[in-house]
């Protein structure tokens, strides 16, 4: 059997009925967003941890008013929700509907759990993990919670600002009116709160094991490519380059290989040109055969 029948042969054993598909989704959106409202009374509501988004809105009014905080977050979420599909498209569908709802929901159900700690600052760090967590895996599922994203997303629709810099105003109010409504400690907690939020998500969706990307230039690059493609069992790429001062052809050599794989890679390519010129780069995220699934 050819590589090629056998690649074709494995995609198809990975095919996924669609309906399936759907349905993980949507178990991802409800997990995730349990996860968020869990973190948020758990950790950063009893700590007046205001770190940016709805939930932030809703401690901030919850400690000033008195009002309920999953009331606040129906209140802002839905109507942002309905605006989000009416000025920029259907595209959110369901499952963001089911976030936007889900979540309020949960903190409702949970709103009578003791506080996991009373320390502002363990607060806003796990309260951050917890939000982090349940966000990335609502973005696993290709939706989100809605709430001041969708509010960015308007912003950034009619004003031509970038979706970063609207994100950033937004939670960047939210943090100033928690310092000017506690104090300034809190308005720190949560922008650490807000940190550690950002970085969670960056762990659940790129994950915590790291590929290398190496680029060998050698002049014995034959050798170097079968011993790469047949002892390490990885796939090569020649890139064309040119030498800057000779300006003479100098093929690259690039693959991708884990990190449990690299020191062997260094060994080989020494083993046969002790000379050679090697780049290595971490590689964030490695979709395709050999490595993960997108």
């Not at 977050?73 to 963001?96: C, D, E, H």
Request: aromatic fraction near 8%.
């Amino acid at each position: 059997m050819e590589k090629g029948d056998r690649t074709l042969k494995k995609r198809r054993n990975h095919t996924i009925n669609p309906t399936l598909e759907k349905l993980i989704e949507y178990v991802y959106v409800l997990i995730g967003s349990g996860i968020v409202a869990i973190s948020f009374n758990v950790f950063l509501l009893p700590n007046r941890v205001a770190s940016g988004g709805v939930s932030g809105i809703s401690t901030i009014l919850d400690a000033t008013l008195g009002w309920e905080p999953a009331y606040v977050q129906w209140a802002f979420n839905i109507p942002l929700f309905i605006a989000g599909v009416v000025l920029l498209g259907r595209q959110y569908g369901y499952k963001t509907l089911a976030g936007t709802i889900f979540l309020p929901f949960v903190v409702f159900l949970t709103n009578d759990v003791k506080p996991w700690t009373l320390d502002p600052l363990l607060g806003s760090l796990f309260g951050g993990i917890g939000v982090g967590l349940g966000l990335g895996i609502v973005f696993r599922g290709n939706a989100s919670t809605g709430g001041t994203d969708l509010a960015a997303q308007i912003i950034h629709k009619f004003t031509g600002l970038s979706l970063g810099t609207c994100v950033a105003m937004i939670d960047g109010l939210i943090v100033l009116s928690a310092a000017i409504v506690f104090d300034i400690e809190r308005g720190l907690y949560a922008l650490i709160g807000l940190y550690v939020t950002s970085k969670t998500i960056d762990l659940v969706q790129v994950g915590i094991g790291r590929s290398k990307m190496a680029m060998v230039i050698t002049n014995r690059q034959d050798e170097v490519r079968e011993a790469i493609l047949n002892k390490i069992d990885r796939g090569v790429t020649k890139l064309s380059a040119y030498g800057g001062y000779t300006d003479q052809e100098r093929p690259i050599i690039m693959c991708v290989v884990d990190q449990t794989e690299f020191t062997k890679l260094k060994q080989l390519v020494q083993s046969i040109d002790p000379s050679a010129f090697v780049i290595v780069m971490d590689a964030s995220e490695v979709l395709g055969e050999g490595f993960k699934r997108s």
